[in-house]
């Protein structure tokens, strides 16, 4: 347990700096339908933003740029401006993209509604037609990554190709002890920290932060496999862990292999999907190291996926 405090107050600390490191966010409103405040991302401006109506729930979203559309899809208890800042400037110079704030979570007000990864990705179904967007490339991160997957599987007709940072697609892809302190994972771990802050600052019941934080958390103390479904996905999937991650290896090598990775390319050509571990990195420090994966997904997105002939 103590090593566990341990994890979650840096986790806290890593959140301060990243919010430190930010343009200071214009949006401290309430998040009411009448008044929307725009985030301001480094020296830009959202060109759209506002809530959609999507499943009961009255979803924010902003839109950058121009170009191909993608959808970045946050982690567990964060918003645009605490997980996108580093990320939208540098991908809205050539792209359209589209950030959203998942239910309960910045001013996405909850909604009486389960909170599951199924139902937030058939919100992101939702948003893209309301945008009047046929299909777009998503990236996930931690949270985000299995409302990716699950986007891929319920709506595969919406989704050009999929880029998962940290994520899993079953409960035992987290690393055994990893898994097991999420029923641990509490209100007071995250008292003074920007978490609660950002929270109590939208408008929400401060006395109800526990339960948010339980609400949140929710769908990981259940045991859910959709192996067979994301290894049937027919999009190119992109999937990046940290060396130091919370996600075990052969998780995303399972998923590598079952995508036609495995093979020594110069015999019989490059699979369609990609796999990294990046070096010297966490779960939290996936967002602090996006100088290094950023490229390998522009990459990625823009590549000629075509099948490529061996070289010898």
Known sequence: MKKHWTNILSFAIVMSVMASCQSPSKNEQKGTDTQVEKDTIGNIEPDESGYADVNGLKMYYEVYGKGKPIVLLHGSFMNIPLNWSNIIPVLSKDRKVIVAEMQGHGRTKDIPRKFSYQNMADDVSALLKHLKTDSADVLGYSMGGGVAFQFAVRHPQQL?????????????????????????????????????????????????????????????????????????????????????????????????????????????????????????????????????????????????????????
């Open 160 to 312: 050009r190709r999929l880029v998962i940072l940290s994520g899993t697609y079953a409960h035992n892809g987290w690393w055994p002890d990893v898994e097991a302190s999420f029923a641990a994972i509490n209100a007071d771990m995250f008292k003074g920290t920007p978490i609660q802050k950002q929270y109590d600052s939208l408008g929400n019941d401060p006395s109800r932060f526990g339960e948010y934080i339980k609400k949140v958390m929710s769908p990981d103390l259940e045991p859910y496999d959709w192996s067979k479904e994301v290894k049937n996905i027919q999009a190119p999937i992109f999937m990046a862990i940290g060396d130091a991650d919370g996600v075990r290896y052969e998780h995303a090598l399972d998923l590598f292999r079952a995508k036609g990775g495995g093979k020594m390319g110069d015999l019989h050509g490059l699979p369609k999907s990609r796999l990294a571990i990046i070096p010297g990195t966490t779960h939290i420090g996936m967002m602090l190291h996006t100088g290094w994966w950023l490229p390998m997904v522009t990459d990625f997105l823009d590549s000629d996926l075509s099948p490529t002939p061996p070289t010898f």
